[in-house]
């Protein structure tokens, strides 16, 4: 779907549910509360509980299986925002981070949002300056079906919204983990009870989510894992 042919493909007269929902989406999120007082440098700060995990490349989490913990640096401050909020009221289900969550103030979200939005170990590679990897017909025809690109955007890296995730590039074990937490487990200890992700991924089988979730890995993209120390 990065592709104009596929993006042509997913429009809003083709999918009017789903155009309908992100419209929604989008709506509800500009008439949330703005995140205020935004500091990167406070967020480098309050970071040290996150870069256990976060700042180490390939670096791995065991539950609720074994997959690699989501690149984070270079995400919208906006998105890791709305993130941390779910994790802190109990919509992502995920005990360690909300754990960590429930422990930070909103100006600490703020901060953290800010530092992770800018740390980067160098220049973002866009999209438009690499080649992009073409789907076969049968994950192309999926992610059609899902309409991914209506909000995550061209390329998967320029969502429709702030607040919408960047998913290009990202890693594949953790894709396939997140779209599955919205559906039929979406009460579980590691759920998301997502309304809109939940509709999303109904109609796939595992096998259909783990294809869309390899090739959105495959993608160039703006994500990165910024080695840190854990000592500091």
Avoid: W
Wanted: charged share 15%; aromatic share 6%.
């Amino acid at each position: 779907m990065p592709q104009t042919t596929l993006e042509s493909t997913m429009s809003h007269a083709r999918f009017p549910a789903v155009a309908a929902v992100a419209t929604l989406a989008v709506a509800a999120a500009s008439l949330a509360a703005p995140v205020r007082a935004q500091d990167a440098a406070e967020g480098a700060k309050k970071a040290a509980m996150c870069i256990g995990c976060h700042g180490i490349p390939g670096y791995q989490a065991s539950f609720p299986e074994i997959h690699k913990v989501p690149m984070i640096s270079g995400q919208s401050g906006a998105y890791i925002a709305a993130a941390l909020g779910a994790y802190k009221k109990g919509e992502r289900k995920h005990p360690t981070m909300h754990g960590i969550a429930a422990s930070l103030s909103e100006k600490d979200i703020a901060d953290l949002a800010a530092y992770y939005e800018k740390n980067l170990r160098s220049p973002i590679k866009t999209v438009a300056a690499t080649s992009a990897v073409q789907p076969s017909a049968v994950v192309a025809a999926l992610l059609a079906k899902g309409a991914c690109a209506s909000c995550h955007g061209a390329g998967f890296d320029k969502p429709i919204s702030p607040a919408y995730p960047k998913i290009a590039g990202q890693h594949a074990d953790y894709l396939y983990l997140a779209l599955r937490s919205y559906g039929p487990t979406a009460h579980t200890p590691a759920g998301r009870a997502n309304p809109i992700m939940g509709a999303q991924v109904k109609p796939f089988t595992r096998a259909e989510l783990k294809a869309m979730a390899d090739y959105l890995a495959s993608l160039p993209g703006e994500l990165q894992t910024v080695p840190q120390s854990r000592f500091r």
